[in-house]
């Protein structure tokens, strides 16, 4: 302890030396001097670290003000696109009522184009023929209007009536019962109709829509989902709608054994058209192109049906996605009805164009859909349920799994997915 003697004057000053030396170290005691050399260091130190912190809090003020302005604007552009949705939608089914009161209903035909042409402005006449509601050429209405006989089928028409079947993605049985597409209820009424059919397993579009075109279930053609996976094919899981493997798909399409025959066979879009095994191609297959207008898709098959008899197809498969999407994602049901709507003047403008091209009677037509629709009430999240690593997984409403590079067993995961007690069906 230091006697008063030997304290300081200046209390709190207390100088630090290095630890004693050894014989033979080169260690020497740090002179007075060292000290300010060392605070001098501390406090520039200090002066960088607290600058560096101003940055970094500058850049954190900034980086936040970006991310609530990016959340601001997003919200903005949601708010401004659901608004425009909104009204879109409205501006539609506005169009639709002012063009539907003009409608006989009969074949789709018009009373009275002039009457139609004053009530709408130009740009509601380009947005009806753009949806399809009319026709995009005028002289197709003439045999509607008031008082002209219609026109009579095609005399020189030779050969059997053309098949045209047409697929409406998704259907559901109950959309009949909502009375929005008289069109299928005339189709019913002067034809033959089904009241309901049951998909085959799983009720999925490609899977379906291949058993319509070969007779065979899914287990049997091979097309089991959307999306396939076959080691002995693919070592991914092909999207049936890019997949470069024609392996896939087995059996024998009806456009094939067409072709076969020395028919000539036409596809809008089928399926499935772009892949055959069994050397049979369709005469002509366009590649899919949603973007393409259904009323330049109706143009079109009119179009293969006035070829010349040596030309023109025997069968045409023509598909319609809709209302498969907006039945899988619609949040009302109204837009669900407002699609069925346009559903309805895409077939209005089908028929007209058969009147008034005097093909109606000379062409056979089937209209059908390749599964319905149901609200989902249960929902299973395999990620969470098991760890997917090394597992290929098939998402949607029948979901599979494949357990490819996983190191987990069948008997694992099934266990995993095995229902409770109480909830089991017995």
């Known amino acids: ?6 304290r300081s004057g200046v209390h709190g000053t207390i100088e630090i030396e290095d630890g004693p030396t050894f014989e033979g170290s080169t260690r020497r005691p740090k002179s007075p001097g060292s000290n300010s050399a060392i605070m001098k260091w501390a406090r520039s130190n200090f002066r960088i670290i607290y600058i560096t912190l101003a940055i970094l809090i500058l850049i954190g003020l900034a980086v936040l003000v970006v991310a609530i302005f990016l959340i601001t604007k997003v919200k903005g552009i949601n708010e ?55 026709p995009n050429n005028p002289g197709q209405l003439s045999p509607g209007v008031a008082g002209l006989e219609p026109i009579k089928a095609i005399s ?39 009241d309901f059919v049951y998909p085959s397993y799983p009720s999925k579009t490609f899977p379906n829509h291949y058993t319509i075109a070969t ?13 396939a996976y ?20 087995g059996g024998e399409p009806i456009w094939s054994q067409a072709v076969r025959h020395g028919k000539k066979m036409f596809c809008l879009f089928w399926p499935g058209c772009s892949f055959n095994i069994t050397g049979y191609n369709p005469t002509k297959d366009l ?40 039945g899988h994602f619609h949040t009302t049901d109204e837009q669900v009805n407002l699609e069925l709507q346009y559903i309805e003047s895409v077939l ?12 109606m009677d000379c062409v056979n037509i089937v209209i059908l859909s390749d599964h319905g629709m149901q609200f989902l009430r249960n929902k299973i999240f395999v990620d969470q349920v098991i760890d997917s690593k090394g597992m290929i997984v098939a998402t949607g409403v029948v979901g ?21 007690s109480d909830k089991s069906y017995r």
Request: glycine share 6%; charged share 20%; net charge neutral.
């Open 1 to 6: 302890m230091l006697s008063p003697s030997s």
């Open 156 to 194: 020189n028409y030779s050969g059997p009536p053309p098949l045209i079947v047409i697929s409406l993605d998704g259907f559901a049985r109950e959309y009949l019962d909502r009375k929005l597409v008289p069109s299928l209820d005339l189709l019913a009424k002067c034809g033959a109709r089904a």
């Open 230 to 249: 076959d080691p002995n094919i693919s070592p991914i899981l092909e999207d049936m709608k890019k997949t470069k493997f024609p392996q896939f798909f």
């Open 287 to 326: 590649p899919y192109n949603r973007s393409l207008q259904y009323s330049q898709r109706v143009d079109m098959v009119i179009d293969w049906l006035q070829l010349p008899s040596t030309e023109r197809p025997s069968m045409i498969m023509a598909y319609f996605d809709q209302p498969d999407y907006v």
């Open 348 to 359: 209005n403008y089908l028929f007209t164009s058969l009147y008034t091209t005097g093909l």
């Open 215 to 227: 007779g065979l279930y899914p287990e049997a053609h091979g097309i089991v989902d959307n999306a």
């Open 80 to 134: 401004k696109y659901q608004n425009e949705s909104n009204a879109a939608r409205d501006q539609f089914r506005r169009l639709y009522e002012q063009v539907a009161m003009f409608r006989t209903g009969g074949h789709g035909t018009f009373r009275d184009m002039g009457s139609l042409n004053f009530s709408l402005t130009p740009e509601q006449l380009a947005q009806a023929k753009l949806f399809g509601l009319i």
């Open 400 to 420: 599979r799994i494949h357990l490819a590079n996983s190191s987990k067993t069948t008997e694992e995961v099934i266990d995993k997915f095995a229902c409770p």
